[in-house]
């Protein structure tokens, strides 16, 4: 049986959290700044406007707190910092392991979970690495029996491409996590 998880956290809360956890305090425009240097907008789907009130969403969740900077620097209003709070930190790991285990080929947020696996004890990391290839090999077999029962070959072309598509994106995405597996030490 396949399993599935809910998300506690949107993409940009995701994101946000995962930034704030590595830069422990940070303001929003440094974590525009980082936003903007590693591309995230590219696997978030997310505008400026979009940091703001994420942080908010956040903060009214008592995921992060916030405080204002004790001086103000250059134009502008006075920055804001945030920190995840323990319940955020918390609910951030439990994130990046569900969304690592969980997550289809072509998913936004298994590239959002690769890039706050630092987060992560190496032996975490692995085991929810294997079980995404266990829950990988769980949907490509669901896929192959759906083609064989719905006429396989002898379905029409673009009929057969769909499901050609998804089996094919799912064994490489197997192949690359077997990879990633490797690699961790």
Do not use: C
């Not at 103000?72 to 920190?83: A, M, S, Y």
């Not at 669901?142 to 491409?161: N, R, S, W």
Request: no cysteine; proline share 2%.
């Amino acid at each position: 049986m396949m399993m599935s998880y809910k998300n506690k956290l949107s993409n940009i809360e995701f994101m946000l959290a995962q930034i704030i956890w590595e830069l422990e305090i940070a303001s929003g425009y440094r974590i525009n700044k980082i936003i903007i240097e590693r591309q995230y907008r590219n696997w978030a789907d997310i505008g400026t406007t979009s940091v703001y009130s994420g942080l908010e969403k956040l903060r009214r969740r008592r995921l992060i707190d916030s405080k204002f900077m004790d001086k103000k620097f250059g134009k502008g209003p006075v920055p804001k910092l945030f920190k995840l709070t323990a319940e955020g930190k918390k609910i951030l790991k439990e994130e990046v392991i569900k969304s690592l285990e969980f997550s289809r080929e072509r998913d936004k947020r298994f590239e959002l979970s690769l890039a706050a696996s630092p987060i992560l004890k190496t032996s975490e990391f692995r085991k929810a690495l294997f079980s995404r290839i266990d829950f990988l090999r769980e949907s490509h077999k669901i896929i192959e029996q759906k083609f064989k029962v719905d006429g396989g070959d002898k379905l029409p072309l673009h009929v057969k491409a769909l499901f050609k598509h998804s089996l094919f994106l799912i064994s490489n995405e197997i192949d690359f996590t077997g990879e990633i597996i490797r690699q961790v030490k």
